[in-house]
Nanobody, 129 residues
Framework: QVQPVESGGGLVEAGGSLRLSCEVS?????????MGWYRQAPGQQRESVAT???????NYADSVKGRFAISRDNDKNMVFLEMNNLRAEDTAVYYC??????????????????????WGKGTLVTVSS
């Protein structure tokens, strides 16, 4: 069973830094395409924070540009989020998501490759002001 596992969350003062890590456990039979970090604050919808493609192209939410940096290690199936100059509004549960594939069966019971998102269970980041 493929499962991303996040780590690195915790309590930090405003202006401080944290580094989140996400390691994919389980056996992957296909390559990982995009990897990303998402967050959900209390009472809010989950939002995209940063994503990175297989070749290293990145995309950031406007609210974190210049403060957060996403990176990945394709050999180890890991993705990281370096968070600097943290603010109280960055407080949220941070989730890792990877985009890969799984094998499914069509109507004739023939196997085919189907795109699948795998989500971690999240790590809590709390920024005190």
């Amino acid at each position: 069973q493929v499962q991303p596992v996040e780590s690195g969350g915790g309590l930090v003062e405003a202006g401080g830094s944290l580094r989140l890590s996400c390691e994919v456990s389980g056996r992957l039979y296909f390559d990982i395409n995009d990897m990303g970090w998402y967050r959900q604050a209390p009472g809010q919808q989950r939002e995209s924070v940063a994503t990175i493609t297989k070749d290293g192209s990145t995309n950031y939410a406007d609210s974190v540009k210049g403060r957060f940096a996403i990176s990945r290690d394709n050999d180890k199936n890991m993705v990281f989020l370096e968070m600097n100059n943290l603010r109280a509004e960055d407080t949220a549960v941070y989730y890792c998501k990877i985009e890969s594939y799984e094998v499914d069966l069509d109507y004739d019971n023939r196997p085919f490759r189907k795109a699948k998102d795998y989500w971690g269970k999240g790590t809590l980041v709390t920024v005190s002001s």
